[in-house]
């Protein structure tokens, strides 16, 4: 209790400095200077959402010098100071109307919109990355899934950030158990890799642009096995990609850039042994398959194999 007066005793002395008095203009500088020291201090002392509002009034201070860049970081130390509080909440199960949460996301919210109206989208997206991922660590992927989509609509010119956060958006997806909605962001991925990530001279796709294609394709194989659409439903470009695992196929030359050649036989074998519903050759496959996927299309495979064993009639 003391220290929370003496805490605000301290705010509402520098608050004063900042009044406007007759004849004699506050010193905004100094103002600054000395919410952040308070701001600093808060922190050492384990106070987060305390120095959060002491952030907030340094960037009151900075809006008012027209600095855009000390108001967008004095946002952003605000939301990160009160994300912290919400997270010490959460850690000591404290009940709470998750007010810290709200202020964190509200103060994120203005300084993307200070870094979008001074022309600095990459800036933007990073906070838009950040928030992100915080709701998702809070098991909100609804919510993060909204500000990942976003950040790639500002990394639009940057096609592998913008891949990387729409491969955010897919996770998010999966973990809300929307399959279809996922199959079609990796799908929208697959295009957008090929289209922006082809060599100046070849037009193959390189690097990073072969991992996310891989990426892709991996997890649409495994999601059209969940989803097991049937011919009058499925898409044309989804019917394309299973055409790709049939016996009576060749290597698709394109695929065999991205894919090793043990992984894509494999999914073969599991695209065949899904439609004859071959369950005990599923669980050697799925063995098999284990080391060369990724943890989520693991849970994806599992998904797939527990689906095929016990129909639901829906997907689980």
Wanted: contains cysteine.
């Amino acid at each position: 209790m003391e220290k929370d007066v003496d805490v605000l005793g301290k705010y509402r002395n520098v608050t004063n400095k900042l009044k406007k008095r007759f004849l004699k203009r506050p010193n905004i500088a100094e103002g600054i200077e000395q919410y952040g020291a308070l701001a600093k201090s808060l922190r050492q002392q384990e106070c987060p959402q305390y120095a959060g509002f002491c952030c907030l009034a340094q960037a009151r201070c900075e809006h008012t010098l027209v600095n855009a860049a000390g108001e967008a970081q004095a946002l952003t130390e605000a939301a990160r100071a009160f994300l912290e509080a919400e997270m010490n909440n959460r850690d000591i199960k404290c009940p709470s109307f998750e007010e810290h949460l709200t202020a964190a996301i509200n103060c994120y919210s203005h300084a993307i919109r200070v870094y979008i109206e001074n022309n600095n989208p990459s800036l933007a997206a990073a906070l838009c990355i950040e928030l992100g991922n915080a709701l998702q660590k809070l098991e909100r992927p609804g919510e993060a899934m909204a500000h990942f989509q976003r950040a790639a609509e500002l990394q639009s010119q940057s096609p592998l950030e913008c891949l990387q956060s729409l491969g955010l958006v897919a996770t998010c997806k999966i973990e809300m158990r929307d399959y279809d909605g996922a199959l079609g962001v990796f799908t929208e991925m697959a295009y957008l890799a090929q289209e922006r990530g082809g060599s100046s001279t070849t037009g193959k796709p390189i690097g990073a642009y072969c991992d996310i294609l891989a990426r892709c394709e991996v997890c649409r194989v495994l999601l059209l096995m969940l989803l097991q659409p049937t011919p009058q439903r499925i898409r044309p470009e989804h019917a394309q990609t299973l055409e790709k695992y049939a016996w009576e196929t060749t290597d698709d030359t394109i695929t065999a850039q991205f894919l090793s050649e043990d992984l894509f036989l494999m999914l073969q074998s599991l695209v065949m042994a899904c439609q004859s519903r071959d369950f005990s050759s599923l669980r050697l496959l799925q063995k098999d398959l284990w080391p060369l996927l990724s943890a989520e299309q693991n849970q994806l495979l599992h998904l797939v194999i527990k689906e095929l064993s016990h129909p639901s009639g829906e997907v689980i």
